[in-house]
């Protein structure tokens, strides 16, 4: 067993208190919207890259969701709520 400084200890703390607020922002599929807009917005909104975009996409299609996006609360938001009013079914968990 590790014998942590209170500084050491602190950071962990930390840490595990930074990782507690991520969320994420899964997208999920629907009969509506056609896969290049789905990629579309994942390289607009989500910065994804193409390829990262299209495999998104193929998991969305054949599972019914993906997880595209993950960070804090704060900069989650802005992003899902952009993706719901293009059009698709996203929400933060």
Known sequence: MKNYTETEKLLELE???????LRTIVL????VNT???????LVAYCQHDSLQAEQCATII???GKC???IG????????C????E???TAEIQ
Do not use: A, R
């Open 61 to 63: 299609h054949y599972t």
């Open 15 to 21: 840490v595990l208190s930074q990782e507690d607020d």
């Open 28 to 31: 999920f599929n629907d009969d």
């Open 72 to 79: 804090p609360f704060d900069k989650m938001k802005p992003i």
């Open 86 to 88: 293009k059009g698709l």
């Open 81 to 84: 709520e952009t993706l719901q």
């Open 35 to 41: 896969f290049e807009w789905v990629i579309e917005c």
């Open 67 to 69: 997880i595209v996006k």
